[in-house]
Each structure stands twice: as C-alpha cells, then as structure tokens.
C-alpha cells in the first residue's frame, strides 16, 4: 500500500474526511478505506503515534490494531480502522469475564502490560477498545509509562 501523507495531510485540511474523535495530543480521521489516520497535535501525540508503531510492529497477540505507516517525523499515523464498542461489556463478553478487575487480571493483558509499559487500567475503558473482523481490539497504545512520565 502506497501512502502518500502529503495528500492525505491536503484532504484532512480540506475536511475531506470524517473526524472520530480527539485526545490530549491527536486527532483521528477515518480515511474511508479500512483504515483511519492519527494526527499528531503536539509533541505528545508524536510520542504516541511512536509507541504504537513500535508496540505494533513488535507484537503478535492480535490484540492491538495494526499500524500500517507512520510518517517519518510520526506525526502521522495509519492504522486499521475499528467500530467503535458502546459498553465496554462487549470486551468483558468476549474475554469470558464478569468485571473490570478480572479483565485487568487476564494473563494475556497483564503480559502485555508488562512487555509494553502499558497503563492497564486504560485498557479497562471502552474507548481503548474497537471491533476488527468480529473481535475486540485494542486501539488506542499510545500512551504508556514512559510517555506518561515525559508529557503528563
């Protein structure tokens, strides 16, 4: 897949694409295609779009969406687009648990947690989880200890 963010960057300024929704330091955009774009608004956003590249690209549990590209100052970001949960009841359904402490308690988030400096009880809101090809994903990795630590 060719990315030319140049142009992606010239249709988000023109509001050719749906804006999803914001945090402290991005903005996120479905491209329309499968997949959305992350936008760095400060420094801290690049610092997340960089630790979900490097988590993604490190990581084969498929429990986080795919990166697919990060620009080169990681400003930017693409990543598999994922619907959105209403009710974190969803994940808890899936991972055949009753609470949000026995979620938290799973071995495979707690190694995950572990192996990427992960904030767990970010995993425990329904805005850090989406829905790729029927099954809960995390979709929101960014922001672990260390960008914690640096920007917050």
Request: glycine share 8%.
């Amino acid at each position: 897949m060719r990315i030319v963010f140049n142009q992606i960057m010239f249709n988000v300024a023109r509001g050719y694409y749906r804006y999803i929704g914001s945090g402290s330091g991005r903005k996120v955009f479905d491209l329309g295609n499968g997949y959305v774009i992350k936008v760095a608004k400060n420094k801290r956003g690049i610092a997340q779009n960089m630790c979900e590249y490097r988590i993604s690209a490190n990581d084969y549990s498929n429990l986080f969406a795919k990166v697919i590209q990060a620009s080169n100052d990681f400003s930017l970001l693409i990543m598999e687009k994922a619907y959105k949960i209403n009710d974190i009841s969803h994940v808890w359904k899936y991972f055949n648990v009753a609470s949000k402490k026995e979620l938290l308690n799973l071995r495979e988030l707690r190694n995950l947690n572990k192996k990427y400096n992960l904030l767990l009880g970010d995993l425990a809101r329904k805005s850090s989880w989406g829905i790729i090809s029927g099954r809960p994903v995390i979709i929101d990795y960014g922001f672990t200890r260390e960008v914690k630590k640096k920007y917050y």
